[in-house]
C-alpha cells in the first residue's frame, strides 16, 4: 500500500475483539500486550485498546491497523497505545517498533484524525 492510496484509506473499519496477531491464546495476548504497554519509553497510557489509527504526516495519508503491514514498511502492526501522558503521543508497534526491540511508531495526537478501538468483551 502506498502512503496516499486513497481506496485503503477509505476502507470501511470492521470492528473486531482484541487480539494480537500470531498469537492464538487469549492469555497470552494479554501479557504480551501488558508487558509492551508498560514499556512504552517510560510513558504512561491509557487502558484503552486501539485497533486502527488514521492520521496524516507532512501531509500524506497513513492508517495504522492492528494485523496489517505498516505503510513504512516497518512490518505487521502489532498493537496500538495512546494517547501518553505527558507527551500526548499515541505508539504504533511492530516486532522491530517497540516491541521486541527499537522504539515504537510515534504520532503526535495533532496529527490523528480517527481512532477505531477494538469491540468490547
Known amino acids: 500500500m502506498t502512503n496516499n492510496d486513497e481506496y485503503d484509506m477509505s476502507r470501511p473499519f470492521t470492528p473486531r475483539p482484541f487480539f494480537i496477531p500470531e498469537v492464538d491464546e487469549a492469555e497470552m495476548a494479554e501479557s504480551i500486550y501488558e508487558s509492551t504497554r508498560k514499556n ?13 489509527l488514521d492520521y496524516e504526516h507532512n501531509g500524506q495519508k497513513f492508517r495504522a ?45 495533532g496529527e490523528v484524525r480517527k481512532v477505531y478501538e477494538f469491540l468490547d468483551e
Not at 40 to 51: A, F, N, T
Open 65 to 109: 491497523e492492528v494485523g496489517e503491514q505498516d505503510q513504512g514498511g516497518e512490518g505487521t502492526v502489532m498493537a496500538i497505545f495512546g494517547p501518553s501522558s505527558p507527551r500526548n503521543l499515541y505508539y504504533v508497534t511492530t516486532l522491530d517498533r517497540g516491541m521486541l526491540r527499537g522504539i515504537p511508531i510515534m504520532v503526535g495526537a
Open 40 to 52: 512504552l519509553l517510560g510513558e504512561s497510557v491509557p487502558d484503552r485498546r486501539i485497533q486502527r
